[in-house]
């Protein structure tokens, strides 16, 4: 307790006694042609956000690993959300010597607000304290697109001595004219347009090839999906969709009535965060294709367990995926960033008038996210603390599945965006690879996609005969081309679990992945990739708008693969196991077992996954841009699972 004391004391008069000794966080820049940058005006106030550093961040892949790793004799003993709290609490000691160096300046205890937990110090201060305290670059500037006039500051830095306590530093972005971001740059989906066609209303399914079109049967004949099951109480599965995104009952039951008639009349209930606010006056494909293709296949393939629609955001401001885990969190609502995420309560009418909603909702057991966004959007400190909360969900025993995108290895809405090899900006249409998020996350599974082969081509799984699977790849004219998101991470290297996969990868690809980073498309180690799996993406049947569709992409797959996680669920916890929770290292794991007994000539086991090893993926100039091959890949992972394999292997484990 003395050294303690003692140390602190010491380390606090090293950082007021060494004003010119400074670390540098990083900083989102914004565009210059977007932005335009005047004289910042002193005496104005502004918000500067803290974020105090996680006790214990550093160790927790490792606490991670060790529950989710099939070889583990901790697996399975996932935490409570009282464990996750205080095991990541920020140190006390750490918050007070960080503010007692602002107190050094003469900022007042009364402007000083923290957050819950104490994770993240909320500073009211003018634009000459902030220069006087951060040394930043601070200036008015003007949003051209939303009209908005806003005081901000870039590349703060601090003692060096306080930079172990401190995670990043940012200007909460305080609107001074003008109104909030328009929701379309708030929710951004990954779901292709639809590609309709004259489809005639069917009442039963056994005419549909499966080679031309998805429907859940098709899906359960070529992944031996069971159609029945007894759901067990505990078991819980949702599915994220944003503000305005609706699905309608009568799109629901125009597919239930063609596909799976015994399900009319059956809905997801509703979770409503930060509004959550749903709508039917805008009966259009933008706002009803993504959540009616979600529920219609998760429906139709976990039937009767129940499914909840995860909704978040309001009619004003939107939503996003940070909004949803600080709704799970209560202590991560500090991380809430105003400049990239919605707050709350609402300026504007008919916004939620209530405060951001922290720690008020239970996470399901299975979360499929058909949202993706452009990892190069986002400043690193955000994504890695927005990373630690996906990590936290796999402590918790939850299944993160997600879609990889159709672009390649491009990112952000078709065609897509690259990075700028020169200027290192997002919205080239060349360049250097521009990784898709949340699939770079370490901590949550990433679904690719695959086609069926028009062939009669066929391969054995469990001692069957099944049609091949390919890499997705769909040609919708005009130039525009859909191709399974893939790649690696910018920001995260590749996780322990999944090293021997991604160094398997490079070694079997090296003459065409040398090309690649030759000509500039990415550079350096390559980190975590992605997808970690794949289910079919193309020609899925949906009901949309009062019409049945054809639809397209990974934003489908995410969420077969999450029914299919939710059903070895239910027999778990049936046997009175715990749910799957992080599911990768089991996979990887499973993989590189069978990789090794093929390599020594044993007796193969059956096989978990249908390994798909042809095709590709393009973008960025660069056609083909990673290539499907044996074993894990940058476009397909590991390939598409067996789904009477995969509920054995995680029934064998404890």
């Not at 596909?259 to 009803?288: A, C, H, M, W």
């Amino acid at each position: 307790m003395h050294l303690l004391t003692v140390f602190s004391s010491c380390l606090l008069s090293a950082a007021l006694a060494s004003p010119g000794s400074r670390w540098h966080s990083e900083q989102r820049v914004e565009s210059p042609a977007t932005f335009r940058r005047d004289q910042a005006w002193r005496r104005s106030r502004l918000h500067i956000q803290i974020a105090l550093a996680q006790s214990h961040a550093d160790r927790a892949a490792e606490s991670l690993l060790r529950i989710s790793d099939p070889n583990s004799e901790e697996y399975g003993q996932h935490w409570t959300a009282q464990d996750v709290a205080e095991a990541f609490a920020p140190s006390r000691a750490h918050a007070s010597m960080v503010k007692d160096w602002l107190y050094g300046f003469g900022i007042t205890a009364d402007r000083l607000l923290s957050s819950h937990g104490g994770g993240y110090i909320l500073v009211d201060l003018t634009v000459e304290e902030a220069m006087k305290l951060f040394n930043p670059t601070c200036s008015r500037r003007n949003n051209k697109q939303s009209d908005e006039t806003y005081i901000g500051c870039d590349h703060h830095s601090i003692p060096e001595s306080l930079s172990p306590f401190i995670d990043y530093i940012i200007t909460v972005r305080k609107p001074t004219t003008g109104l909030p971001h328009d929701i379309p740059n708030r929710t951004r989906h990954r779901s292709a347009e639809p590609k309709a066609q004259s489809l005639q209303r069917r009442n039963k399914t056994a005419d549909i090839n499966c080679l031309e079109y998805t429907t859940p049967s098709c899906l359960r004949e070529l992944y031996h999906i069971p159609q029945a099951i007894d759901p067990h109480p505990n078991n819980s599965f949702g599915i994220f969709e944003v503000a305005w995104a609706t699905w309608l009952p009568e799109d629901l039951d125009l597919f239930f009535s063609n596909f799976e008639p015994q399900l009319v009349g059956k809905y997801p209930s509703v979770q409503r965060i930060d509004g959550g606010y749903t709508q039917t006056s805008f009966n259009i494909s933008p706002f009803n294709l993504e959540p009616d293709l979600d529920f219609e296949y998760a429906i139709s393939l976990t039937n009767p367990l129940p499914i909840t629609n995860i909704q978040v955001g309001d009619k004003v401001s939107g939503g996003d995926i940070n909004n949803m885990l600080a709704a799970f969190d209560e202590y991560y609502c500090g991380a809430l960033d105003s400049s990239m995420d919605p707050t709350f309560p609402a300026s504007r009418p008919g916004g939620y008038d209530e405060t951001t909603d922290c720690g008020t909702v239970t996470p399901p057991k299975v979360l499929s996210i058909s949202y993706s966004y452009p990892e190069a959007e986002f400043p690193p400190e955000y994504l890695r603390r927005q990373c630690l909360e996906f990590l936290k969900l796999g402590l918790m025993g939850v299944t993160v599945v997600v879609s990889s995108g159709d672009t390649g290895p491009q990112s952000g809405p078709e065609p897509g965006a690259c990075i700028n090899g020169t200027t290192g900006a997002f919205n080239a249409t060349t360049g250097r690879f521009s990784p898709q998020w949340p699939s770079s996350c370490p901590w949550v599974t990433s679904v690719g996609g695959t086609q069926r082969v028009s062939t009669n081509t066929t391969t054995k799984m469990n001692e069957e005969e099944v049609l091949l699977e390919t890499a997705f790849h769909v040609d919708l004219g005009n130039g525009r081309i859909l191709t399974s998101g893939g790649g690696f991470s910018n920001v995260f290297p590749a996780p322990a679990y999944q090293h021997t996969a991604v160094s398997a990868y490079r070694q079997r690809e090296r003459a065409h992945l040398d090309e690649l980073e030759s000509r500039g498309y990415f550079h350096g180690p390559l980190g975590r990739g992605f997808p970690d799996v794949a289910m079919l993406a193309r020609g899925y049947l949906a009901a949309v708008d009062g019409k049945l569709r054809t639809v397209h992409g990974t934003s489908a797959s995410a969420p077969v693969f999450a029914s299919l996680v939710a059903l070895v669920n239910n027999e778990r916890l049936r046997a009175g196991k715990k749910p799957v929770g992080f599911a990768n290292p089991a996979l990887y794991a499973h993989a590189r077992a069978a990789a090794v007994a093929a390599e020594e000539e044993e007796e193969e086991e059956e096989g978990l996954f249908n390994d798909v090893t042809t095709g590709t993926n393009r973008g960025c100039g660069a056609d083909p841009a990673f290539r499907a091959a044996e074993g894990w890949d940058a476009v397909t992972g590991l390939g598409s699972p067996d789904y009477e394999r995969l509920r054995k292997v995680f029934m064998d484990l404890p």
